[in-house]
């Protein structure tokens, strides 16, 4: 199935994505373990859909008994704009200026797996784009796509940090990547050193509960706490500060993608129009948006300690 994996490479190139490499469908033992011993230790906050189930998030085969293959693809999302120096904005993660990557990655994905069923009639798969219980972090090291940074965001060594990634399993067997990228992260610390409430608790391992990111978009409740609150720095959804430090982050290249491009041409967001903002306003304003993962509610929340 040489001649397969390489067209579906070529395929997925065509279609937008930066990076793609192909796996075989087996059990992540190694990184099951760490996922075990991140829960264990209470690291994912009050994220309690990571406790479900967690032998699928180590195994794809449990979440798609067919799965013989996956592929795994990295997407650009750098666009080159700055926030505002602005005290009545607030900061919003880059990953969340444009259009929601959910359905951007899955439109993407879908267009592939169409294509591979007109190539291969006996082919089915399942799309995965960070709602499905896999580890497409590991997948994408395990592909060949870059290296798990200290901050745990995966690198890559042509676009650096800036990237989605999804998943799509197969039910064919196909040529695997078997070349994994080094860990070029060596000695430094940037990451470890720019994080304000030190949520990196060491090299490749984050405590959520620490994390801003965490707290201004997955944490529901109605207070943020103080070690957060003292550090926001003007983020009222998301934190990029551990990306924008990485040096590897010097080969960032512009999206090639315009709906990553900032709708309105807004990287920040009003905290004035949030506290103001009726239920109705904020259907609209963020309809086929990742802000809404915050909820009304919890932008509003963030918005008071700016």
């Known amino acids: 199935m040489r001649f397969l994996a390489e067209k579906i490479k070529l395929k997925a190139s ?30 994912h906050g009050e994220m309690a859909w990571m406790e479900r189930e ?39 993660s880059r990953y969340a200026w444009g259009d929601d990557y959910h359905d951007v990655v899955r439109e993407k994905l879908t267009e592939l797996l169409t294509w591979i069923r007109s190539e291969d009639p006996s082919a089915d798969g399942k799309i995965c784009v960070d709602t499905a219980p896999i580890m497409d972090k590991a ?48 000695t430094c610390t940037a990451c470890l050193d720019a994080c304000p409430t030190q949520a990196i608790v060491k090299p490749y391992v984050v405590d959520s509960r620490k994390c801003i990111s965490y707290a201004t978009i997955e944490l529901r409740d109605e207070t943020l706490p103080v070690e957060i609150t003292e550090n926001l720095d003007g983020w009222i959804y998301g934190c990029d500060i551990c990306q924008d430090v990485c ?54 929340r963030n918005a008071k300690y700016l």
């Open 54 to 92: 967690p032998e699928k998030r180590s195994d794809p085969r449990l979440i798609f008994p067919e799965a013989r293959s996956i592929v795994v693809v990295a997407l650009n999302y750098f666009t080159p704009h700055q926030h505002q120096a602005d005290e009545n904005l607030g900061k919003v």
């Open 139 to 186: 997948w994408a090291v395990r592909a060949g796509l870059g290296w798990l940074g200290k901050h745990s965001n995966v690198i890559t060594k042509e676009i650096g940090s800036w990237v989605f990634i999804g998943s799509l399993l197969l039910n064919i067997e196909l040529d695997y990547d078997t070349e994994t990228v080094e860990d070029h992260c060596g």
């Open 14 to 43: 065509e279609i937008g994505f930066s990076k793609v490499g192909i796996v075989a469908a087996e059990p992540l033992v190694d990184e099951g373990a760490n996922l075990s011993d991140w829960l264990g230790r209470g690291f």
């Open 247 to 300: 040096p590897w982050n010097r080969f960032e290249q512009p999206s090639v993608e315009a709906r990553f491009e900032p709708r309105n041409g807004q990287t920040d967001l009003s905290v004035t129009e949030i506290a103001d903002m009726t239920h109705d306003d904020y259907v609209v304003r963020f309809r086929g948006s990742a802000i809404k993962r915050a909820k009304l509610s919890g932008l509003k």
